[in-house]
């Protein structure tokens, strides 16, 4: 069983920046994606950004492009969300994933994704 474990997460304001982490305890050919989900109160699950391990292909949503960046370290299998200049509408409950790197869903989609983190809060202040 695959275990992703997310940190980084609090309270910021507006305009800061910040690193979530998400740790998975295995990369086999059924965590060969990574991604980024968020939640916001009483809305539903939204995809933010995934990567290839093997790849490096990346891709990010269009309502964060330019402030959220997805990226790796294959030697600590971890993978970081890189969040710049804060919005209090990014506030959300944010879900590291994990997926095979081929999958017959979209890859935004998320039954393309497997294993779920346990989730971390963000709260952005105005």
């Known amino acids: 069983q695959v275990q992703l474990v997310e940190s980084g997460g609090g309270l910021v304001q507006a305009g800061d920046s910040l690193r979530l982490s998400c740790v998975t305890s295995?990369?086999?050919?059924?965590?060969?994606?990574m991604g980024w989900f968020r939640q916001a109160p009483g809305k539903e699950r939204e995809f933010v950004a995934r990567?290839?391990?093997?790849?490096?292909?990346?891709y990010t949503a269009d309502s964060v492009k330019g402030r959220f960046t997805i990226s790796t370290d294959n030697d600590k299998n971890t993978v970081y969300l890189q969040r710049n200049s804060l919005k209090p509408e990014d506030t959300a409950i944010y879900y590291c994933?994990?997926?095979?790197?081929?999958?017959?869903?979209?890859?935004?989609?998320?039954?393309?994704?497997?294993?779920w983190g346990q989730g971390t809060q963000v709260t952005v202040s105005s």
């Open positions: 990567k290839r391990w093997s790849s490096g292909a990346t």
């Open positions: 295995a990369r086999t050919f059924t965590t060969g994606r």
């Open positions: 994933a994990a997926g095979p790197a081929l999958t017959s869903y979209s890859g935004d989609d998320l039954r393309s994704f497997t294993y």
